[in-house]
DNA sequence: CCGTATCCAAGGTGATACTG
DNA sequence: CAGTATCACCTTGGATACGG
């Protein structure tokens, strides 16, 4: 997303939202635990196109910026869950207004795609 | 922004969404016209930090996708002015949200930069 | 003034195999 | 089950110079 070099003047709350939507995958993790998909096991087995190492450099990237937490239940199988924490619920309305907007205009978006 | 591969069942309406605002400088290129600053040399003024090439190809995707339009007035020197569809303008309040949000957790995102 | 071509650096993503 | 390391690849962004 190329958006840590970004001058002051320029770095706007734009940029500091993508930062957390902005990943390939992210949106779509966070509306996962949203919707109570909060074991990677379960974001795996949704997730099949994508390799267990990008979704979990995506919630590494979440747990940073304290979108997410987890909780690590001691013993085996091992067992973790995922779960918004208050700012990230605040994401929410981004992510629901993005895929309604997306969904309405998925035709002029999609179509030129050459 | 890697969103061209993505298989039918996750091509939801965030990754439309991302092809709009996702660059680096979409976003901020949608607001600087919504806001008048309607011509080229405007937006490299606005935007010394990056090359003409780079504005110019995310103007190419928006106009691609829709997002926006021009108007090329004939005569030397040359003068093009740019506006925003019907369509772009329906994203402004997805910029707006979005800009509303990252300003209210710069802290807990941008501080962990490691 | 406007736009593009070329070359290049860096970041994001993907497949696999591996450890605790 | 959960997570990481290494590898290679593709996409994006950036600097410069040039043509309409």
Chains 1, 2 share one sequence.
Not at 57 to 65: A, D, T, V
Request: hydrophobic share 35%.
């Amino acid at each position: 997303m190329y958006l840590k070099k970004i001058p002051d003047e320029h770095d706007c709350g734009i940029s500091v939202a993508l930062k957390i939507v902005g990943g390939k995958w992210k949106a779509w993790i966070i509306n996962c635990i949203s919707k109570g998909m909060i074991r990677p096991s379960q974001l795996h087995r949704e997730l099949t196109v994508t390799s267990p190492r990008v979704i979990n450099i995506h919630l590494r990237e979440l747990e940073k910026y304290g979108i997410i937490d987890k909780i690590v239940h001691p013993g085996l199988p091992l067992k973790v869950e995922y779960f918004l924490t208050e700012t990230g619920k605040s994401v929410l309305p981004i992510i629901d207004i993005m895929e309604r907007w997306g969904d309405n205009h998925r035709q002029p978006v999609n179509e030129p795609d050459n």
